[in-house]
């Protein structure tokens, strides 16, 4: 058996120059391109909409940071990002993006949101993530991204619920922090949930 690195949602839409921005979200990539020699397997997500998608406040007829109902879930509604084949929807430029090894794509259906690399928000559709995983031999994955309060923290959720022993490398990851604490509450969540957090600079002295 062996182990992933997963890059969830290093696009240029949650840089802090772009239309969803992380706080210092463009400060992992080089974190993340000292961590992906270490990895045979490095698998990325994007986060890859349609115009139009029912996430967008745009959309809906509101603002950025408003809670609607959708299907019985509650939606934050989010500004316009990672719109398919858009500049924002690309790898932020440095990211050895050559080393991916497997890219997923979630967020596709229009009319429900999908912050899990996994499954969507309502637990409908797999993304073919664990058939790959399962198919690759793969039972230990390594999580880093943006953004720690969403989309790293269902990734890593859904992993562990899955089997897998799932690490989160925290320096490689950064949150949206719409409350300031979100990020650290999403860290103690993934912990609690059975998830191991571990630094780069642990990590890296390991692997001797
Ligand atoms: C994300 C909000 C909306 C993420 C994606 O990648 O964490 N957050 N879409
Ligand atoms: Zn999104």
């Given amino acids: 058996m062996s182990k992933a690195l997963i890059l969830v949602d290093v696009q240029n839409d949650f ?5 969803l921005p992380v706080p210092q979200g463009d400060q992992i990539v080089p974190v993340i391109n000292q961590l992906i020699p270490h990895f045979e397997h490095v698998i990325a997500t994007k986060d890859w909409h349609p115009a139009g998608h029912a996430s967008f406040a745009s ?3 509101k603002q950025p940071g408003d ?6 879930i509650s939606q934050i ?6 719109v398919q084949f858009s500049h924002g929807a690309e790898f932020i430029a440095g ?5 991916i090894t497997h890219t997923v794509v979630k967020g ?3 009319s429900i949101d999908s912050y899990s690399g996994f499954f969507d928000n309502q637990r409908l559709q797999s993304t073919g993530l664990s058939d790959y995983l399962a198919e690759q031999g793969i039972d230990e994955v390594y999580v880093v991204g943006l953004a720690t309060d969403y989309c790293v923290k269902f990734t890593a959720l859904d992993a562990v619920s899955l089997g897998l022993r799932t690490w989160v490398i925290k320096d490689a990851c950064r949150g949206v922090n ?3 604490q979100d990020s650290d509450d999403a860290f103690q969540a993934m912990q609690d949930a059975g998830c191991e957090l571990i630094s ?3 990590f890296l002295a390991q692997q001797m």
Avoid: R, Y
């Fill in 15 to 19: 840089s802090p120059s772009g239309a």
């Fill in 59 to 61: 959309v809906q007829g």
């Fill in 67 to 72: 809670v609607i109902d959708l299907k019985g």
């Fill in 77 to 82: 509604m989010w500004p316009d990002h990672c």
């Fill in 95 to 99: 990211l050895n993006s050559e080393a």
């Fill in 108 to 110: 596709t259906n229009p």
């Fill in 178 to 180: 719409i409350a300031p």
């Fill in 200 to 202: 780069s600079s642990v």
